[in-house]
């Protein structure tokens, strides 16, 4: 199985993808700098794209934490940087009439994990034709995402994703099964990796979500080699400045050598050429 999204086709052994993007649309000057410079990012190394971001964080640890701009100014931004990039789009969706209205600017509706196994919504987004990507819940094995598929795909969709972003380990931990990634990828299914969100330390931090950046390359790293389809980080220009998940985003500087490394590991397991320029530093 591949999902196809314009140019891009996702899974059976093809090159990994990237969605990158700040977990939240903080602003619209902040969200189109970013996509900007993420577009002049991956053009550069050569990955294909999609940039992510959330109108709304509606599962945040508080009340008081920032939750976003909210569904009608989110996604005028987000199709504003789709215009002016020509990027694809993928947002989150919480209910179940959000996804028609969001799937008018959204290429991918994303399903969040704890909302993994709501049929409604699952439904809805595979009823609008976008390709939809559903965020495995910390509390799934990785062979239960067959069932969810088999939601979209039985609306007559066949573009669907599932994406990996940590099992919880305890109490505020996550970790990641790295035997979880060939167990999906056996049932035919185009698998992401959620570097960042695996890194949460969830409600660690007395009432917001903590998290372990200083560990994106070596996860990261792991997840291409065990052979993933495609990459989701959250990138931030200055993560500690962040108005969501600040201590697990990727600082902007830090992302084409990454890619870079990651993107040669890739062409060795999947057994194609080195990209030009791509070579790691052991």
Do not use: W
């Not at 939750?67 to 940087?81: D, F, K, N, S, Y």
């Not at 007395?206 to 389809?229: E, K, R, W």
């Amino acid at each position: 199985m591949v999902a196809t999204l314009r140019d891009i086709v996702i899974g059976e052994g093809r090159p990994i993808i990237l969605m990158a993007g700040p977990c939240v649309v903080e602003s619209e000057a902040h969200a189109m700098g970013l996509a900007e410079a993420l577009v002049d990012i991956t053009t550069r190394v050569g990955i294909p794209f999609i940039f992510k971001a959330s109108y709304d964080k509606a599962n945040r640890t508080s009340n008081t934490s920032y939750r976003g701009p909210g569904i009608t100014e989110g996604l005028r931004v987000l199709a504003a940087i789709k215009q002016r990039f020509g990027v694809p789009i993928v947002t989150d969706i919480h209910e179940v009439h959000e996804a028609a209205v969001a799937a008018e600017v959204a290429d991918v509706l994303q399903i969040p994990a704890f909302l993994s196994r709501q049929t409604d919504l699952i439904v809805a987004a595979a009823r609008t034709g976008r390709v939809v990507n559903i965020k495995k819940g910390q509390f799934l094995a990785p062979n239960d995402m067959k069932h969810a598929v088999a939601k979209v795909t039985a609306e007559g969709n066949p573009n669907v994703l599932v994406t990996e972003r940590g099992t919880s380990f305890g109490y505020n931990n996550l970790i990641v099964d790295m035997r979880g990634f060939p167990m999906m990828r056996e049932q035919g299914l185009p698998v992401i990796f959620d570097v960042t969100h695996s890194l949460q330390l969830p409600g660690g931090g007395n009432g917001v979500t903590a998290g372990l950046a200083q560990y994106i390359t070596p996860l990261a790293s792991a997840g291409v080699a065990a052979g993933v389809d495609g990459l989701f980080l959250e990138v931030h220009e200055e993560p500690l400045r962040a108005k969501s998940d600040a201590q697990n985003a990727l600082r902007l500087d830090l992302l084409e050598p990454l890619l870079r490394r990651l993107m040669a590991i890739d062409a060795i397991v999947k057994g194609g050429a080195l990209p030009a320029g791509s070579a790691a530093r052991p």
